[in-house]
C-alpha cells in the first residue's frame, strides 16, 4: 500500500508540474504578444508627432501627443495583469485605432461598439486581445482598398458565455 500511495503521490506531483509549466509558458507567450505594441507603430507615432512640431502645428502634436501617452500608459498598467477589465481594454483600442487614423491622415473612418453589458460589467479580456487584429484590418485592408468607402467596424458582443469580437 505504501508503494501504490507513493506512486500516486508522485504521479498528482508529476501532473501539477506539468499544468505549472504550461500556464507559465502561456503567460509567457501573453507577454512576448503584448511586448510587440508595436516598435513599429511607437516609431510611427513619435515620427509623426515630430512631423507635426517641424511642419509648425503644436495644437495637432499636442493632443496626439496626450492620446499617444495616455495610450502607453494604459498599456503598460495592462500588462501587469493577464487579465483586465473589459471596457479598460476596449477603451484601449479605441485610442489605437484613433492614433492610426489620425497619423494616416485621416484615410478611414472607424466605429467601435460594445455591448452596454460588457461595458458595465465585471468581465475581464486578456489585454490587447483584439489590437493586431484591428492593426492589420488597417495596415492591409483599408488603407490597401482602391473603391468605396474605407471604414473600420469592431463590434463586441456577448454571446451565450463568450465575448465576440467582431471585426469589418
Given at each position: 500500500?505504501?508503494?501504490?500511495?507513493?506512486?500516486?503521490?508522485?504521479?498528482?506531483?508529476?501532473?501539477?508540474?506539468?499544468?505549472?509549466?504550461?500556464?507559465?509558458?502561456?503567460?509567457?507567450?501573453?507577454?512576448?504578444?503584448?511586448?510587440?505594441?508595436?516598435?513599429?507603430?511607437?516609431?510611427?507615432?513619435?515620427?509623426?508627432?515630430?512631423?507635426?512640431?517641424?511642419?509648425?502645428?503644436?495644437?495637432?502634436?499636442?493632443?496626439?501627443?496626450?492620446?499617444?501617452?495616455?495610450?502607453?500608459?494604459?498599456?503598460?498598467?495592462?500588462?501587469?495583469?493577464?487579465?483586465?477589465?473589459?471596457?479598460?481594454?476596449?477603451?484601449?483600442?479605441?485610442?489605437?485605432?484613433?492614433?492610426?487614423?489620425?497619423?494616416?491622415?485621416?484615410?478611414?473612418?472607424?466605429?467601435?461598439?460594445?455591448?452596454?453589458?460588457?461595458?458595465?460589467?465585471?468581465?475581464?479580456?486578456?489585454?490587447?486581445i483584439v489590437q493586431p487584429f484591428a492593426e492589420n484590418a488597417i495596415h492591409h485592408g483599408l488603407l490597401n482598398?482602391?473603391?468605396?468607402?474605407?471604414?473600420?467596424?469592431?463590434?463586441?458582443?456577448?454571446?451565450?458565455?463568450?465575448?465576440?469580437?467582431?471585426?469589418?
Amino acid at each position: 500500500s505504501f508503494a501504490i500511495y507513493f506512486f500516486v503521490k508522485k504521479r498528482i506531483e508529476n501532473i501539477r508540474h506539468k499544468a505549472e509549466l504550461r500556464h507559465k509558458i502561456s503567460e509567457t507567450e501573453m507577454m512576448a504578444l503584448r511586448s510587440q505594441m508595436n516598435p513599429h507603430f511607437i516609431f510611427n507615432c513619435l515620427s509623426a508627432i515630430d512631423n507635426l512640431i517641424q511642419t509648425n502645428q503644436p495644437d495637432k502634436a499636442t493632443t496626439y501627443l496626450a492620446r499617444f501617452a495616455k495610450l502607453i500608459r494604459s498599456v503598460l498598467e495592462s500588462t501587469k495583469n493577464n487579465l483586465v477589465p473589459f471596457y479598460k481594454d476596449f477603451e484601449s483600442l479605441q485610442l489605437y485605432v484613433e492614433l492610426e487614423q489620425f497619423r494616416c491622415g485621416n484615410k478611414f473612418f472607424y466605429q467601435l461598439i460594445a455591448d452596454d453589458e460588457l461595458l458595465n460589467g465585471d468581465y475581464k479580456v486578456p489585454p490587447l486581445i483584439v489590437q493586431p487584429f484591428a492593426e492589420n484590418a488597417i495596415h492591409h485592408g483599408l488603407l490597401n482598398k482602391i473603391e468605396g468607402a474605407r471604414t473600420l467596424f469592431i463590434k463586441a458582443a456577448l454571446q451565450d458565455s463568450f465575448i465576440c469580437y467582431t471585426i469589418t
